[in-house]
Each structure stands twice: as C-alpha cells, then as structure tokens.
C-alpha cells in the first residue's frame, strides 16, 4: 500500500505527461525494462534488439523494452529522416520480446538524453511493482548474453534499490582513437577505485548506459532529472544519498560506442572528440595528493560526531588549505543540523548527503590545480 501511495504521488507531481507509448504493452507489470534514448540511431537499434533477443528467454518474457525515439524542435531535417527510420522499423517488425516505443518532439530547453530517460522510466512506472528493475542503456551500445540474467540475479541476491554494471568500451578500428578510449577508461576506473579507497560513497563511474535501480528506488530518489547531459552522474549521486551506497556488478556486461560525439560537452564521445582535436587524457586525472587528502578527511569526519564546528576545525586544519576549502562550501551554515539533528548511525550518510558527489569532485580538483 505505501509503495502504491508513493507510485501515485511521483505519477500525478512529478512524471511527465506529454508523452504516451506507441504500443500498449501486452502485459500488466513487468519484472524488468530496459529504457533506451534513440536520436539519429536507425543504423544502431537492430544490432542493439538482436543483442536484446539474445538474452536469456526466462528474463526477456517478464521485460519491456521502451525505445524514446527523439529530437528537439530545431534539430535538423536528417535527424527527424533517421528517426522516422528508426520509427519505421519497429512498427513493421514483429520482436520476440515486449517492445513499446516513444515518438517524442523535445522542448528545446530541456532536449536531450536526461529529460529522454525521464520519459521512458516515468511510463514504465504505469507497469511496475515495487521490486521491478529499470535499465537504462543506450542505442550504440552491445549488450552481454547475461546483461539480463546477471542484474536480477543480483536483485534477488542482494537487498539493494540501485547498482551500476562492468563496462568495457568497443573497439575502435582507427589506432589513435582506440588508443585514447583505453586511456580514458584507465582514468574513469582509476578515479572510481581512488575515491572508493578514500572512503567515498561515490566511487564509482557515472555512465548512462550502466545505470539500474528499482522502480522503489527510481520514485524515493526523485525519478530522472532532465538534464542534457551528466543526467548520469546527478542521478546516481541522488541514488547514492538515499541508499546511502552504490551497488556494483563486477562483471562487463555493457560495451559502449567508442564513437566521435559533440552532442553534449561531456562524456566518452566529448573526450574523444576533443583527444582527436590534441588534448590529452593525462590532463583529466586528480593529483595523488587529492586522494590523500580526501582519504584524511574523510577519517576525521568520522571521529566527529558531536564534535562543535571549532573542534572540526582544529581537526582539518592540519591538513594544508581544507579549511580554506571548506570555508568556501559554506561549512558554517550547515554542520550543527549535520551533526546535532542525527543520531551517530545516520551522521555520516547525512554528512555525505552534503558533501556529495559534486563537492567531493570539488574538492580532487582543489587539491589538484
């Protein structure tokens, strides 16, 4: 009943309303969807549904696949063919699994992939149950035999509301180009493995195509933000803040496009793009003092429990400039309802509620300039 009251309240406040799947679903609630933005990916969505078909036939019975076909208002002529491409084939193809698609006309002031898997979760939610799993990926992406099998198995195994999958990159066939996504890679995976060491609950890599998390947890954390990009990365950081941790599927199960992009000034394809253009990978990694820092800082947050701001203070600023820094994030204004309007249990998960994902990359790139 609290589920069903929480489902109604996101579906009547916050969901959005403009959009409609283009073919009912078949069924009345499904255990699993898999939610793919598609703009301009006519050449991509076959090899992806084939890789989709492929998976394991137990799954694939109890899950919707919601393909949100779409472009803004001034994207230009070829997007709009590519996308009535796409449209085309799968209306005129007959799947062996549950597929529904979106043909939606973005705002141009929120266009782009955020707000499109903000459309494709929130009508998923018409055909959820509490513990229903939504997937989000991507159309250029390949999809492992057990993409499926392996995250409900982990669902099942685990009593967790989010969890993010392996990745490896495909293979790019131009040398320098493959040579920089394996460079990139290092640095995401290097950065996450850092941040975790140093007591972070944000370490891990934000990439769209990896993301899951259950219909209870998608409705208690918000929902998808409608950014046009690192929707990613905002959206898993509110994950984190409300279980508190990120779940991670050890295993590579998702292989993203190693392509060229300049839709959006973040991300895989932005980066290689811009190593295309002369820029170096190496500029992207946080000193090894950053982590150090964040590592010491971290322990002392810990021990400080009831401690009064001066008493914090005294403490950080043995370390070189954090209380310069922290006075820059306005420390000030929130550690008494940090610290005195929680018990010891619930101190350090609030304490991360404010220095969250954003502040901690804050405060790698202080450390590091």
Aim: aromatic share 12%.
């Amino acid at each position: 009943m609290q589920f069903n009251f929480r489902l109604k309240k996101y579906l009547d406040k916050k969901a959005e309303k403009d959009w409609n799947l283009l073919i009912k679903p078949p069924q009345k609630m499904y255990d699993v969807f898999i939610v793919v933005p598609a703009k301009a990916e006519s050449k991509n969505i076959p090899q992806l549904l084939d890789n989709i078909s492929n998976q394991n036939k137990d799954y694939l019975e109890k899950c919707l696949i919601i393909i949100v076909v779409n472009n803004s208002t001034d994207d230009s002529k070829d997007v709009i063919n590519n996308n009535n491409k796409t449209i085309k084939y799968l209306s005129d193809n007959v799947f062996d699994f549950d597929l529904s698609y979106i043909d939606a006309t973005l705002p141009l002031k929120n266009a782009g992939v955020g707000l499109s898997r903000k459309i494709g979760a929130d009508l998923a939610l018409n055909y959820c149950k509490e513990s229903s799993v939504i997937c989000y990926t991507d159309a250029d992406v390949k999809l492992s035999k057990d993409y499926l099998e392996t995250i409900m198995d982990y669902y099942k195994k685990h009593d967790c509301g989010c969890a993010i999958v392996g990745f490896k990159h495909q293979k790019n066939s131009e040398p320098k180009i493959q040579k920089s996504i394996q460079e990139y890679e290092r640095f995401l995976l290097k950065t996450a493995k850092d941040l975790k060491e140093s007591g972070s609950p944000y370490g891990y890599v934000s990439l769209g195509s990896c993301m899951t998390c259950t219909s209870a947890g998608y409705i208690a954390s918000g929902g998808m933000n409608r950014m046009k990009a690192t929707e990613d990365f905002y959206f898993l950081q509110e994950l984190t803040k409300h279980f508190e941790c990120m779940n991670i599927i050890d295993k590579n199960l998702v292989y993203p496009s190693s392509r060229i992009s300049s839709r959006v000034y973040l991300g895989t394809g932005y980066r290689m793009k811009q190593s295309s253009e002369g820029f170096s990978i190496n500029e992207l990694y946080f000193s090894e003092d950053s982590f150090i820092n964040l590592k010491k800082f971290l322990k002392i947050i810990k021990k400080s429990y009831k401690a009064s701001l001066n008493q914090l203070l005294g403490e950080t600023k043995k370390i070189n400039r954090l209380n310069d820094f922290l006075n820059q994030q306005d420390i000030n204004k929130v550690w008494g309802s940090l610290n005195e309007n929680v018990d010891e249990n619930k101190f350090i998960s609030q304490f991360h509620r404010w220095f969250d994902g954003l502040k901690t990359i804050k405060f790698l790139k202080y450390y590091s300039n």
